[in-house]
């Protein structure tokens, strides 16, 4: 059993093994721990740790808060007879880093490893498997990284995780609608909407693939849908692909395939 298991999707939660026990630390400290696991490949010289979290303190009372906290984090990741170094590397230089060789479980590795890599699959060539792999990465998203962290770079690997959020929905509405699995496409599609509602290609997808599944009234009231989210949120109408593709289907001549273009 994974002996440390941490999540930064939503709150961040650090615990042993089957989370009988969570380990509490302050703010500041999750802060060092989330920064150290998302760039855990990397050393870190104290100074550019100090200057990015306490840079608004004198020098000497930045490097002596860092000091604090990472001894603090020590304490919670490696009490008593755990290996110093288990957890927090140290080089002789002082630079400092997370020890990702280490027995512990993160459900940012685990979600950007599956997807970026299932993701990246044509989705003519994915099998069911892959599908449910991806399945099981997204389902590991459920908020948005660091929820109530603000700094410049929780700030970029937020949106950088949303992004591969979203394309991984996109790539499973697609490859859901290429096999006809209708309905599972469209749960795809309104969820990338619930999370980006002016994404305007996808309501376009989510048109065809209910229109491919029969239901040509829902097409239609998704259209007047996305009409009403554009307006509110921008002042403007639809494009005119998103019109034609409306008129189209008043008419009965709309698209019948739905888009599966990675």
């Not at 950088?160 to 790539?171: E, F, I, P």
Request: hydrophobic content about 35%; charged content about 25%; glycine content about 6%.
């Amino acid at each position: 059993m994974t002996a440390l298991r941490i999540c930064l999707f939503g709150s961040i939660r650090i615990a042993r093994a089957d989370w009988a026990s969570e380990l509490k630390i302050t703010r500041a400290v999750q802060a060092l721990l989330a920064y150290l696991l998302l760039y855990r490949h990397r050393i870190h010289p104290r100074e550019v740790l100090a200057n990015l979290f306490w840079g608004d303190h004198p020098e000497e009372r930045a490097r002596s808060c860092l000091s604090t906290a990472l001894w603090r984090l020590r304490c919670a990741l490696e009490p008593g007879d755990t290996t110093r170094g288990t957890y927090l590397v140290t080089t002789p230089m002082g630079e400092v880093g997370f020890n990702h060789k280490s027995d512990y479980w993160l459900d940012v590795a685990v979600f950007e490893d599956q997807a970026s890599r299932i993701a990246g699959k044509p989705i003519q060539v994915m099998d069911a498997d892959d599908a449910h792999q991806l399945e099981n990465s997204i389902q590991l998203y459920v908020g948005e990284l660091l929820e109530g962290f603000y700094d410049d770079w929780a700030l970029r690997e937020r949106e950088r995780l949303r992004s591969l959020h979203l394309k991984s929905l996109a790539h499973l509405m697609r490859y859901y609608g290429y096999h006809g699995a209708y309905e599972h496409a469209i749960t795809c599609g309104q969820n990338i909407l619930n999370h980006d509602p002016l994404r305007e290609e996808i309501h376009r997808e989510v048109m065809r693939l209910y229109l491919q599944s029969g239901q040509r009234a829902q097409a239609i009231r998704h259209y007047k849908s996305c009409c009403q989210i554009l307006d509110a949120e921008l002042g403007i109408p639809p494009m005119e692909e998103t019109r034609m593709l409306y008129h189209q289907i008043l008419q009965g001549t709309g698209d019948q395939q739905t888009q599966c273009t990675p």
